[in-house]
């Protein structure tokens, strides 16, 4: 039974080694105005792509750091994504019509 009961432990702590296995964090700089509905906006922006765990964007230093299954989807997908909602990303600038559909306090100098 002890064995049985070990064998079960050791499987479920190495399912959860693979799950985490996978997840990478990065940093990278998202522009936006220095408001709550900015810090909002860009994380749920980077939330909404398949594979994000978190995102979290500091509006002083304007970067996201978001944690995200390399496996499923990657940095620049996300950084995709931001752009489409109109902030600009080091690889991924906004669209003129992405940027102006942003409240007036997230707009930033382009």
């Not at 190495?14 to 799950?19: A, S």
């Not at 985490?20 to 749920?44: L, W």
């Not at 002083?60 to 109109?86: N, Y």
């Amino acid at each position: 039974m002890k064995t049985k009961v070990l064998s079960l432990v050791t499987l479920f702590m190495l399912g959860m080694f693979t799950v985490f296995a996978a997840n990478k964090t990065e940093k990278v700089e998202v522009k936006g105005g220095n408001c709550d509905e900015c810090q909002e906006h860009i994380q749920n922006n980077a939330l909404a792509v398949d594979g994000v765990a978190t995102a979290v964007w500091d509006k002083e230093t304007q970067q996201l750091e978001v944690v995200f299954d390399d496996a499923t989807t990657s940095l620049d997908k996300i950084e995709e994504a931001i752009a489409k909602g109109g902030n600009d990303t080091p690889n991924h600038e906004a669209s003129d019509e992405a940027y102006d559909k942003l409240p007036e306090c997230c707009k930033y100098d382009r």
